[in-house]
């Protein structure tokens, strides 16, 4: 399983370890990542994503998950959640023909 979050594509980065001495060694920053439902109000469902805790405060602040993603762009999507902003777009076409 990747160390990336599905919505926002935020990633492990690398950096060094410096000690007092200015020794330097390589070291890995983690994305703080948490398993998350979050509900949809155009499809009725809720989904489960892997995601950094500053999307989810993203996502609250936006309103919600239907809005984050119609925002988002897709090169940060992961391919669950291009699906899942895919399906959104044609429930909200087909309210707006109805």
Do not use: W
Not at 15 to 39: D, I, Y
Not at 64 to 78: I, M
Request: hydrophobic fraction near 40%.
């Amino acid at each position: 399983m990747a160390r990336r979050c599905e919505l926002t594509g935020k990633g492990v980065m690398t950096g060094n370890n410096v000690s007092h001495a200015h020794n330097k060694t390589r070291r890995r920053f983690l994305p703080n990542l948490v398993n998350v439902h979050l509900m949809s109000d155009i499809m009725g469902e809720s989904y489960r994503f892997r995601i950094s805790t500053s999307a989810l405060k993203s996502v609250e602040h936006r309103g919600g998950l239907d809005a984050f993603l119609l925002k988002a762009r897709d090169s940060q999507l992961s391919d669950k959640a291009l699906k899942l902003k895919k399906h959104i777009k044609k429930r909200i076409a087909a309210q707006a023909e109805a």
